[in-house]
C-alpha cells in the first residue's frame, strides 16, 4: 500500500478527501527515527519540512500544499517528482490584491492612524498627499480624499491562474489590461516580458504575480521603477525577489512610487528593517494565501493528485519530472 507522510497538524477530518487504498502517515515536527514513505505532503512552512525530511526514506512523489516549490528541489534531489497546488490559492490570493489596490488607493493606511489619532480635522491631510503624491498642485474642490480605480491601467506582471483570477475581480472597475508573461499570447493580449519596460509608463498600477526564477530575480528593479509613473502603485503578491529591495525602499522614500507588498525580500523581514518605515507603503506579512479554506483546497487538490497517481494517469500540477 502506497504511504503517504503528513504533517501531523493537520486535523483528522480534512484528511477523509484522500482515497482509501493509501496509508497514511503522520509525521510530528520534532520527528526523531527514520520513516519510510513514498509520498510526502509538506508541511506548508519550510523552515518545519526542512526539519522532517533528514528522517523520510523513500520518497518517489511530492506533493506541495502551496504554489510556490522554490526550495524543495534542492532538498529532495532530481529523482523525485514534484507537484504544487496550482489552484488552490487563486481566490485568496485575487482577494488580497484586490483589496491591497484599494485600501492604497483610498488612502486606508492614512485614515487608520487618523482613526488612532481621534483627530477628524487630519483628514485634510489626504489632499496633501494625493499633491505630492502625483506632483499635482492645482486647487481642487472639494478636497481629494481618496482616489478611484474604475478606469486606471493595471499591469499584469506574470499571467497564469492567479493572474487570470485577479484580472476577473477587476473587471467591475473597468481598468484597462495589460498583461506581461514569458512568451506572448494572443486572447487575450500577452506582451512578452522583453517589453515590460515600454509598458510600465502606461500603468497606474503594476501587479507582481509571477513564480521566483533565476529569470524573474530582480526583475523590478532601479531602472524599471524610474520608468513607473509618478505616483503609480507596485504591488507584489508573487515573491519578495521579484523586487530589488534596497531599489524599492529608495523609490518609496523618495516618494516616486507606492507599493504594496505581501512578500519580501529577506522573509521574514528583520526588527528594524527599512521596509517597516517607509512612507507609502502598505506591507502585510505573506499571508495572502491564508484563509480558512487553505488547508481544505490545497488537500483536496493534492488528493486529486494522488488518484491520478494511483491510476498511472499523468499528473497534472507538475513542476520537476523525476529523471
Same mark, same amino acid.
Given at each position: ?209 509571477? *513564480?521566483?526564477? /533565476? ?6 528593479? #532601479?531602472?524599471? !521603477?524610474? =520608468?513607473?509613473?509618478? &505616483?503609480?502603485? $507596485? ?56 484563509? *480558512?479554506?487553505? /488547508? ?6 493534492? #488528493?486529486?493528485? !494522488?488518484? =491520478?497517481?494511483?491510476? &498511472?494517469?499523468? $499528473? ?8
Amino acid at each position: 500500500m502506497l504511504r503517504v507522510g503528513y504533517p501531523a497538524i493537520i486535523p483528522a477530518d480534512l484528511l477523509t478527501v484522500f482515497p482509501t487504498e493509501v496509508e497514511l502517515v503522520a509525521l510530528p515536527e520534532q520527528l526523531d527515527h527514520d520513516v519510510e514513505i513514498d509520498v510526502w505532503i509538506p508541511d506548508p512552512y519550510p523552515a518545519r519540512a526542512k526539519r522532517v525530511l533528514p528522517h523520510l526514506r523513500g520518497i518517489r512523489l511530492v506533493l506541495s500544499l502551496m504554489a510556490g516549490t522554490e526550495w524543495i528541489p534542492d532538498a529532495v534531489g532530481p529523482h523525485v517528482t514534484i507537484c504544487n497546488a496550482r489552484g488552490a490559492h487563486n481566490i485568496s490570493t485575487a482577494e488580497w490584491t484586490l483589496s491591497a489596490i484599494l485600501a492604497v488607493l483610498k488612502y486606508f493606511p492614512l485614515y487608520m492612524d487618523i482613526q488612532r489619532s481621534g483627530e477628524w480635522k487630519r483628514r485634510f491631510e489626504a489632499s496633501a498627499h494625493y499633491a505630492d503624491m502625483h506632483g499635482d498642485r492645482r486647487a481642487i474642490y472639494p478636497p481629494v480624499m481618496l482616489e478611484e480605480l474604475t478606469g486606471k491601467s493595471v499591469l499584469m506582471v506574470g499571467y497564469g491562474e492567479i493572474g487570470k483570477e485577479i484580472e476577473r475581480m477587476l473587471a467591475p472597475f473597468d481598468v484597462r489590461m495589460l498583461r506581461v508573461a514569458r512568451s506572448a499570447r494572443r486572447d487575450p493580449e500577452v506582451h512578452p516580458v522583453s517589453e515590460l519596460d515600454r509598458l510600465l509608463p502606461e500603468a497606474d498600477v503594476v501587479v507582481l504575480i509571477l *513564480p521566483s526564477t /533565476a529569470e524573474s530575480h530582480h526583475l523590478i528593479d #532601479a531602472q524599471q !521603477l524610474s =520608468r513607473m509613473r509618478q &505616483g503609480a502603485l $507596485l504591488v507584489n503578491a508573487a515573491r519578495g525577489p521579484v523586487v530589488h529591495t534596497d531599489a524599492l525602499v529608495d523609490a518609496l522614500q523618495s516618494g516616486r512610487v507606492r507599493a504594496a507588498l505581501d512578500v519580501t525580500d529577506p522573509e521574514p523581514l528583520p526588527v528594524g528593517h527599512p521596509l517597516w518605515s517607509c512612507p507609502n507603503l502598505l506591507l502585510t506579512p505573506h499571508v495572502g494565501g491564508s484563509s *480558512p479554506q487553505f /488547508a481544505p483546497r490545497s488537500l483536496k487538490t493534492a #488528493a486529486d493528485e !494522488l488518484r =491520478r497517481y494511483l491510476r &498511472g494517469e499523468a $499528473l497534472r500540477n507538475v513542476v520537476q519530472a523525476a529523471i
